[in-house]
Nanobody, 126 residues
Framework: QVQLVESGGGLVQAGGSLRLSCAASGRTFSRYTMGWFHQAPGKEREFVAAISWNFETFYADSVKGRFTISRDNGKNTVALQMNSLKPEDTAVYFC????????????????????WGQGTQVTVSS
C-alpha cells in the first residue's frame, strides 16, 4: 500500500522560505511522477509543482522562479523548496503520486493522482 507523509510546514513571514518534504513508501518510487498541490480554505485544490520519473519539472505560473521541486530516488523522497513566500501561498500543501508509471499526462490537474498525503499547513504572514 502506498503511503505519502509530508513534513516541513509552518509559519513564516512574507519573503521567507520553507522546505517541504514528502516520504513515499509502498511501491517503486522512481517510476512515478510526484506532485505538490495546495488548498486554501474555501478553494479547490490547485497544482503547484510536479517532477516526472526522469526529473522533468513542471510549475504553476504563480510559483515559477520562487519554488523548486526535487526528488531523491535513493531515499524515496520529494521536496519542495519555497522561497520568497507570499501571504497568498498560505494553504495546506499535499504531496501526491500518479497511478500510472512513466506518465506525465494531465499532471497539472488532480486527475492522474491516486495517492495523497495528509497535508501540511503553510502560513505566510504579511
Amino acid at each position: 500500500q502506498v503511503q505519502l507523509v509530508e513534513s516541513g510546514g509552518g509559519l513564516v513571514q512574507a519573503g521567507g522560505s520553507l522546505r517541504l518534504s514528502c516520504a513515499a513508501s509502498g511501491r517503486t518510487f522512481s517510476r512515478y511522477t510526484m506532485g505538490w498541490f495546495h488548498q486554501a480554505p474555501g478553494k479547490e485544490r490547485e497544482f503547484v509543482a510536479a517532477i516526472s520519473w526522469n526529473f522533468e519539472t513542471f510549475y504553476a505560473d504563480s510559483v515559477k522562479g520562487r519554488f523548486t521541486i526535487s526528488r531523491d530516488n535513493g531515499k524515496n523522497t520529494v521536496a519542495l523548496q519555497m522561497n520568497s513566500l507570499k501571504p497568498e501561498d498560505t494553504a495546506v500543501y499535499f504531496c501526491a503520486t500518479v497511478a500510472e508509471p512513466y506518465s506525465t499526462a494531465f499532471i497539472t490537474t488532480t486527475r492522474p493522482y491516486n495517492y495523497w498525503g495528509q497535508g501540511t499547513q503553510v502560513t505566510v504572514s504579511s
